[in-house]
């Protein structure tokens, strides 16, 4: 006689799958996994960047915990998250491509927060690499600093919201600039786009943003300093941690 499955079993394993999405099922948590994607954040830093209570965001952050989805570590008074692995932004960047497949009324959604981004045409990672090679582009990551320092782009500087009019006499004359910030859809590197152009710069924005450039494998730097890329000849692209193209 055959082994009859013990549907009780399965029942249980599918529900440890569905908790895990789950635990994405409030639009608060999906944008604390976003944020939490740039690097590890405190608590009151989670809830500011997301305009919560400070105890709406830990709650959220339980949630994710609970689901797996978020580590957590204690300094002092002070409790830090961070992603529980590349898995869980694997997780996130395909949940938005679904959305962005089946959703027909994403694009406006996202006109509403980003605004007509139709004459802000992308600039690809490969496209940007080989810029950088060549130190023929000036790259702006318009983040908070703490996100910049957690990871960016090598040969990026750091220009934080608000500060971008101060910035603008320091960047290199006739050199065109690329902005990006926390992906496709972070509202800063259009923002920065449109004021630069409205200066008379030739800017444009990265096709997405740090997570996508970390996740496919192109070097990164942490800390203040910028670093850069460097070309072998005939090889590939390498990096060093000496800054050249921006100021």
């Excluded at 750091?158 to 004359?173: C, K, Q, R």
């Excluded at 997405?208 to 070309?231: K, M, N, S, Y």
Aim: hydrophobic content about 45%.
């Amino acid at each position: 006689m055959e082994d009859v499955p013990d549907h009780g079993a399965k029942a249980a394993l599918f529900d440890a799958f569905a908790e895990v999405a789950g635990a994405l099922a409030a639009g608060r948590r999906a944008e604390i996994v976003d944020l939490l994607s740039q690097g590890e954040r405190p608590v009151e830093e989670v809830a500011a960047q997301t305009l919560q209570s400070t105890a709406n965001a830990s709650h959220h952050l339980r949630a994710l915990a609970r689901a797996g989805l978020v580590l957590s570590r204690r300094d002092g008074t002070r409790i830090f998250y961070r992603l529980a692995g590349p898995e869980v932004e694997e997780l996130w960047a395909a949940l938005r491509r679904v959305a962005e497949a089946r959703r027909d009324d994403l694009g406006r959604l996202a006109r509403a927060y980003l605004g007509d981004t139709d004459g802000l045409e992308p600039v690809s990672r490969a496209v940007l690499a080989e810029r950088l090679a060549e130190g023929t582009v000036t790259v702006i990551d318009v983040r908070p600093a703490p996100e910049y320092r957690a990871g960016h782009g090598p040969g990026a500087r750091s220009v934080p919201p608000g500060e971008l009019s101060a910035a603008i006499g320091t960047l290199p004359e006739g050199i065109p600039v690329v902005a990006y910030c926390r992906g496709r859809y972070c509202v800063f590197a259009p923002a920065a786009v449109r004021a630069l152009r409205a200066r008379g710069i030739d800017a444009a924005r990265l096709e997405d943003g740090f997570p996508e450039w970390r996740r496919v494998g192109l070097p990164t730097a942490a800390g203040d300093e910028p670093g850069r890329f460097e070309a072998s000849p005939g090889g590939p692209v390498l990096f060093s941690s000496v800054q050249t193209i921006t100021c």
